[in-house]
């Protein structure tokens, strides 16, 4: 709220009584220079970065991630089994045409922070696209054919999938305490989730492939925010017009006929349009997370352990009717 208040202030703030004589002339100076001061903050890649971190913190990040996935799993289940939408990477599509457009408006008003001056090369943009369609598109689809508990535990796998990728890649260690109270947790939810794990073939064979992809994009986006100076908004305009791309490309392959066909009433349209908005929380909460935290493996395990605590409780019928 304290950083909503600051932009606000900056914005329509005119301060006549410190005006300087000379400009009295001129009403609107003081107005603008309050509007360069936050377009100043907000575009320079550094002066982002340090706002970003100065008014959500690591924890503060978490949480926001936290409350936002476990919203988007029981609205994105609730769509696909009650709701009848039975399309997963299409529905990601629409997720990320949504927060392709919100970004949008954000960028026509200047409040898009600005990227930094070392962009990133088109093979990185090219490979960011890539695997976060991957990753996402795979992980609707095997929440359609799995359960939460499935779909949570197919999620704790990350977790040492990180450290070994982290160990190859960076060389990166953790220490040995960390590693077994996160083994701790991670088994502790597997073991209390065995009563949900309600899946098929195709479901197991998608969740698998999903880990992978999954892994390698925390990792992606976890180093680049912190070494490159990218904040989480500026990095997802970037790649967001890839993975929307990929998307579509996948949807023949993954998705039955008939999207087009759809009941699309005020109801299903208005339930999907709200997790298309979660689903774009949940892209800059999980890159503001990843932006922050040394290592995605602690973030994955807690995010699963609150997810795990909310799947417990099952979905409530949708009432058609006749």
């Given amino acids: ?15 006549v009584g410190k005006q300087n004589p000379n400009d009295v002339a001129k009403p609107g100076r003081g107005l603008q220079s309050n509007q360069a001061s936050l377009f100043g903050m907000l575009h320079s890649s550094e002066s982002a970065k340090r706002q970003q971190r100065r008014f959500c913190g690591p924890f503060a990040a978490l949480t926001f991630n936290l409350v936002v996935a476990v919203g988007i799993i029981f609205m994105n289940k609730w769509i696909l089994k009650n709701v009848g939408f039975q399309y997963p990477v299409f529905l990601t599509v629409i997720h990320y045409a949504v927060s392709w457009a919100l970004m949008a408006i954000l960028n026509i008003f200047s409040i898009l922070p600005a ?42 796998a990350i977790t040492p999938l990180i450290v070994l990728m982290e160990f190859i890649w960076y060389k990166k260690i953790i220490a040995f305490s960390k590693v077994i109270a996160l083994t701790i ?70 998705d ?14 208005a339930a999907i349009l709200m997790s298309a908005f979660l689903g774009f929380l949940l892209q800059w909460s999980s890159a503001l997370t990843l932006g922050n935290w040394t290592w995605g493996g602690r973030f994955v395990v807690l995010r699963c352990v609150l997810g795990f605590v909310f799947s417990k409780t099952n979905l409530p019928p949708l009432r058609r009717g006749a």
């Avoid at 990185?124 to 054919?145: C, E, P, Q």
């Avoid at 039955?256 to 349209?269: D, E, K, Q, R, V």
């Fill in 1 to 15: 709220m304290q950083h909503i208040r600051q932009i606000f202030g900056l914005l329509f703030s005119k301060d």
């Fill in 115 to 156: 990227s930094p001056s070392s962009n990133l090369a088109p093979l990185s943009l090219f490979t960011f696209g890539f695997v976060n369609s991957v990753s996402t598109g795979l992980a609707n689809v095997s929440l359609k054919y799995n359960s939460v508990g499935f779909y949570q535990m197919a999620k704790i």
């Fill in 185 to 254: 947790v991670s088994v502790g939810v597997a073991v209390a989730t065995v009563t949900d794990l309600q899946f098929s073939l195709f479901g197991a064979c998608i969740a698998l492939a999903w880990i992978i992809p999954s892994a390698v994009n925390k990792i992606l986006w976890s180093n680049v925010q912190q070494q490159e100076n990218w904040t989480a908004l500026a990095l997802m305009w970037k790649t967001t017009p890839i993975t929307f791309f990929f998307l579509v490309f996948m949807i023949p392959f993954l």
């Fill in 256 to 269: 039955p006929p008939g999207a087009l066909a759809f009941h699309w009433s005020f109801s299903n349209t």
